[in-house]
C-alpha cells in the first residue's frame, strides 16, 4: 500500500508545472488552501493534502511532533515521486515545513513560512484545551452547531484572534456524521498533542540552519508572529527575507488572498 493511500489529498494543475506543497496549520484541512491553489493551477502543479490528525486523514492515537508531521511529508514526497519542490507552510504547518526543509534540504527550492515564529509556547497546550472545552461536540444538527458559533462561543470564547473569525474557522471544522450528528474533522486528542509536542522549545537552529531562500510572511495584525519576533527571524539568516502583509491577522492568505499571491510571485519569479 502507498503512504498517500492514508492521506486526504488533490493535485492539480499541469503535469509539468513547477511543484508546489502546501501544508495547512493547526485544525485546518485542504480546503484552507483553496483560493491560493486556484490563483496558481493554471501554470503550476499544486498538491495540498489534510496533515495527520486533521481532515479525512488518518488519525494515530499518538504521533503529532513536528518531527512526525515532518517525516509524513517526506514519505508522500517521495511516493510521488517529487524530488524537488517549493514548500508553503502556515502556522503549525509552517513550523512543519521549516524542519522539514531543516532535515531535508535538498527537497525543497524555496520555503515559505506564513505566520509563525520559532519561539517556545509552554502555555499554548492551555489556551487549546479552554478553546476546545467549550464547544459541547458533538452538536444534534447543523443548525445547533451554527447557533452555538454565532451565540455562546462569541460570548465565552478567550481568543487571541477576533472571535467572530475563529467562529467561522471552527464551525468549519465540523462535519455530518453518519448518525446525523455534526462533531470535528479532526482528532481533538491528536490537535492537542500537536499543540504539546511542537512547542516546548524554541527552534532558533532550525530557522539560522535553513539553506535554500526562504521567504516569511507576516499579518500586519498578528497575534501569534511578533513584529520583534519577525525582524529576528530576517536578521538570522541571509537567506530569508520577509513580507508584512496589510490589513491581515494571522490567516494571511485567507485575509488578503491577492496579496499573498503576488507575495509568493515576486519570490519565485513569476507564475
Known amino acids: ?33 483553496r483560493k491560493i491553489a486556484s490563483g496558481l493551477e493554471a501554470t503550476e502543479r499544486i498538491f495540498v493534502f489534510d496533515q495527520r490528525g486533521h481532515g479525512r486523514s488518518l488519525k494515530p492515537a499518538t504521533g503529532y511532533t513536528t518531527e512526525d508531521y515532518s517525516e509524513d511529508l517526506y514519505r508522500l514526497t517521495e511516493d510521488l515521486g517529487w524530488d524537488r519542490f517549493i514548500l508553503v507552510g502556515h502556522s503549525m504547518g509552517g513550523r512543519n515545513a ?28 492551555t489556551y487549546y484545551e479552554d478553546l476546545l472545552g467549550i464547544v459541547p461536540t458533538p452538536f444534534a444538527n447543523r443548525q445547533e452547531a451554527k447557533e452555538f458559533f454565532q451565540t455562546e462561543f462569541l ?19 465540523l462535519e455530518e456524521k453518519p448518525n446525523g450528528t455534526m462533531d470535528w474533522r479532526f482528532s481533538k486528542s491528536g490537535i492537542l498533542e500537536s499543540v504539546m509536542q ?14 535554500m531562500p526562504t521567504l516569511w510572511i507576516r499579518g500586519e495584525n498578528s497575534q501569534d508572529l511578533s513584529r520583534e519576533s519577525f525582524e529576528k527571524i530576517l536578521r538570522s539568516n541571509q537567506m530569508i527575507r520577509g513580507v508584512e502583509i496589510p490589513g491581515a491577522g494571522h490567516w494571511v492568505h485567507s485575509d488578503q488572498p491577492g496579496l499573498f499571491l503576488l507575495a509568493l510571485q515576486e519570490f519565485v519569479g513569476g507564475f
Open 1 to 33: 500500500m502507498s503512504y498517500l493511500d492514508l492521506f486526504h489529498y488533490q493535485i492539480t494543475g499541469p503535469e509539468n508545472g513547477r511543484r508546489w506543497v502546501f501544508v495547512h496549520g493547526l485544525m485546518g484541512y485542504l480546503n484552507n488552501w
Open 98 to 125: 521549516m524542519n522539514f526543509a531543516y532535515r531535508y534540504p535538498e527537497k525543497v527550492t524555496h520555503l515559505v513560512v506564513e505566520d509563525i515564529g520559532p519561539e517556545a509556547a509552554k502555555n499554548a497546550g
Open 155 to 173: 460570548a465565552r470564547a478567550k481568543t487571541r484572534d477576533k472571535a467572530t473569525v475563529l467562529a467561522q474557522f471552527l464551525y468549519a471544522n
Open 198 to 211: 511542537g512547542n516546548p522549545h524554541d527552534r532558533w537552529r532550525e530557522v539560522e540552519s535553513l539553506r
